[in-house]
């Protein structure tokens, strides 16, 4: 499986809407609410202030992240991401994959390290993967995650330099 990351352009938007639509609709893992338009997720997901990039395997997107700043002016060094790959795929080390990417790019733009505000805590598979790449635990946010199936859970924050 040879999987290439690279820029996204507009043009692919459709096909990061169906990926994303996948995800945000089992309300366990990322914060949009499940009945987020298209509309609203193209002016987030592709606007102007993020760096959005898809991975393709033959010619097909397969997941997707955002690359941004976690705060604007003098916490700027820090950057923030997020990460989706379509269902079809997961498992198959795309995320890891993708993760790294993040963090290679991130570098290259001049941050110094990398935080993730919401990481629900009931993602374990998420939690061990950034674990594995070097994020730390710095903080557990009592139930601030309103997961669809569990109700309110708690969420980390998490975080890297660089």
């Known amino acids: ?3 290439t990351i690279k820029l996204a352009v507009d043009e692919d938007f459709t096909k990061i809407w169906e990926i994303f639509r996948l995800i945000v609709k089992t309300g366990d893992t990322i914060s ?3 009945e987020t338009t298209i509309e609203e997720a193209k002016k987030y997901w592709m606007n102007d202030g993020m ?7 033959d010619n097909e997107i397969v997941g997707t992240y955002v690359l941004k700043p976690n705060f ?3 916490g700027s060094h820090v950057a923030n991401a997020g990460y989706m790959v379509h269902p079809d795929y997961q498992g198959k080390k795309i995320s890891t994959q993708m993760i790294v990417h993040s963090l290679e790019e991130a570098r290259r733009l001049g941050f110094k390290a990398m935080q993730y505000n919401l990481v629900v805590s009931t993602n374990i598979p998420a939690v061990k993967l950034y674990q594995k790449i070097g994020f730390k635990i710095v903080g557990q946010i009592p139930k601030a995650f309103n997961h669809l199936k569990l109700g309110f859970v708690d969420a980390y924050i998490m975080h890297r330099f660089l």
């Open 1 to 3: 499986m040879n999987l």
């Open 72 to 74: 604007p002016g003098l």
């Open 32 to 34: 949009f609410a499940p």
């Open 51 to 57: 760096h959005t990039y898809k991975a393709v395997i």
